[in-house]
């Protein structure tokens, strides 16, 4: 059973850091490419950044380039999304995923950036 287990979010203020977490189980996950996406209440599920198998090649969306990080650890099946100079707009629940996307999604964590 492929299962994601996303943690590290939480409230921060503009201008501040988190690094998120993603713990996955249930496939090979060193021969997948992954993502993080993320959810407002209002808009569609965005794909925020990808990182190839070997955790060489990066991707990430406009909106959050020179601020975000996303890396792996083949040897702990783990993910992380260091994020940076946090602004309003990124409030969202994230979510990590291997790509192509499969049909089971974690539950996500919560990060506001709030004043």
């Known amino acids: 059973q492929v299962q994601f287990v996303e943690s590290g979010g939480g409230l921060v203020q503009p201008g501040g850091s988190l690094r998120l977490s993603c713990a996955a189980s249930?496939?090979?996950?060193?021969?997948?490419?992954m993502a993080w996406y993320r959810q407002a209440p209002a808009k569609e599920r965005e794909l925020v950044a990808r990182i190839s198998n070997g955790g060489i090649a990066t991707m990430y969306t406009n909106s959050v380039k020179g601020r975000f990080t996303i890396s792996r650890d083949n040897a702990q099946n783990m993910m992380y999304l260091q994020m940076n100079s946090l602004k309003p707009e990124d409030t969202a629940r994230y979510y990590c995923m291997q790509l192509p996307p499969g049909d089971y999604w974690g539950q996500g964590t919560q990060v506001t950036v709030s004043s």
């Open positions: 249930g496939f090979t996950f060193r021969v997948y490419p």
